[in-house]
C-alpha cells in the first residue's frame, strides 16, 4: 500500500522538523515573527555555514514551514505559523479520532 497525499504531506512536515538545527532555525524564525529574517541574518544568528543552512532551508521549504518574501535583491525567510498549526492540529486531531496511532508514555 503506498502513502496518500496526507500522508506523504505529514511525512515532509515532520522531517522539516526532525533534525535539532531544523528546530534551531524554526525557533529563531519563529522569534521574529512575520516579519522573518534574510539569509544573511538567518545565518548570522544561528552560526551555521551556509552551505549547512541552505541545507536545512531545503527541507523546511519541502515541508512546507518556510515563508519566502523577495524584498529587494534579498529573499525574507519566516515560519508559515498557519500551515504549522493547521497541519499539527490536524494531525492531532486524527490521532485522537483513532486514526493515527498514539505514542505511549512510556
Known sequence: ?????TQE??????QALSHRRRQMICDILLKQGPKGLTFGELQRQSELQASTLSHHLWFMDRGGIL????????TVLSVDIAFLR?????????????????????
Open 86 to 106: 493547521r497541519v499539527s492540529l490536524g494531525y492531532g486531531d486524527r490521532a485522537m479520532a483513532g486514526s493515527v496511532p498514539a505514542l505511549s508514555a512510556a
Open 67 to 74: 515563508r519566502r518574501k523577495q524584498k529587494g535583491r534579498e
Open 1 to 5: 500500500m503506498k502513502p496518500n497525499k
Open 9 to 14: 504531506k505529514y511525512a515532509a512536515f515532520f
